[in-house]
């Protein structure tokens, strides 16, 4: 069975680096963005198996690319977790996994899990 590549979009430093830490831990392989251009480029040259992705970037933000991937047919069956620490209302998302900061390691790889099995889509509620 193949390797699941995620990709973190997540413009801190620290913390995209800790979730490549548990996600490399857990047996996934990992790409990185630091924005939401980069990861649409990333996605363009490496489609991931699942974007792990904040909502709050520069340049693009992560509602601009959960929507851009829904958008076109090559992208839209990429499952996403979205993970934020604003107060945005996540029900109005066509995501089904969302995660608010702090995020544990632990509960960042659950979540990966049971998205990847359950096939939340980037247009799926």
């Known amino acids: 069975m193949a390797q699941k590549r995620i990709l973190i979009v997540e413009d801190n430093t620290d913390l995209r680096r800790m979730f490549k830490t548990a996600l490399s831990l857990a047996g996934f392989v990992v790409d990185e963005a630091a924005d939401g251009i980069e990861a ?3 996605v363009e040259l490496r489609p991931p198996d699942l974007v792990v992705l904040d909502l709050m970037l520069h340049a ?3 509602l601009s690319v959960q929507q851009d991937l829904a958008a076109r047919a090559v ?5 996403i977790v979205i993970v934020t620490g604003s107060s945005i209302d996540t029900q109005s998302l066509d ?3 969302v995660l608010r900061k702090p995020v544990m390691p632990d509960e960042l790889v659950r979540t ?3 998205c990847l099995k359950s096939g939340a889509a980037a247009g799926s509620i």
């Open 95 to 97: 995501v089904a996994c």
């Open 75 to 79: 992208t839209a069956s990429i499952p």
């Open 112 to 114: 990966v899990r049971h």
């Open 60 to 62: 693009l933000d992560g």
């Open 40 to 42: 649409l480029h990333i």
